[in-house]
Nanobody, 124 residues
Framework: VQLQASGGGLVQAGDSLRLSCVGS????????VGWFRQAPGKEREFVAA????????YYADVVKGRFTISRDNAKNTVYLQMSVLEAEDTAVYSC??????????????????WGQGTQVTVSS
């Protein structure tokens, strides 16, 4: 499966932004998908993940209550709705799909497919 992230941009603190991760192929619905981000000089960190059917969602503590992950399998798309953005949210955001079954408690399981990232810059 091939993934493509989009929707990034330059916003001000407190603004909202929605990212999209579009997957290719009819099998996209078979994969859990996660969002990750990497800020300059920092390691990549987990942001959120969603189950194949969209019923299970998981968030990093730093974004819980501000970010919402969802998916529309008919459109082969996973979304990341980001609200109340902070300067600390500035990073390149990427999406990933996995075939592993331990992804719910192991974000490192997302290592099978990666999409090109999209830059999110939040000015304070």
């Amino acid at each position: 499966v091939q993934l493509q992230a989009s929707g990034g941009g330059l916003v001000q603190a407190g603004d909202s932004l929605r990212l999209s991760c579009v997957g290719s192929g009819r099998t996209f619905r078979n994969y859990p998908v996660g969002w990750f981000r990497q800020a300059p000089g920092k390691e990549r960190e987990f942001v959120a993940a969603i189950s194949r059917d969209g019923l299970g969602t998981y968030y990093a503590d730093v974004v819980k209550g501000r970010f919402t992950i969802s998916r529309d399998n008919a459109k082969n798309t996973v979304y990341l709705q980001m609200s109340v953005l902070e300067a600390e949210d500035t990073a390149v955001y990427s999406c990933s799909a996995t075939t592993r079954v331990d992804w719910r408690y192991n974000p490192g399981a997302f290592n099978d497919y990666w999409g090109q990232g999209t830059q999110v810059t939040v000015s304070s």
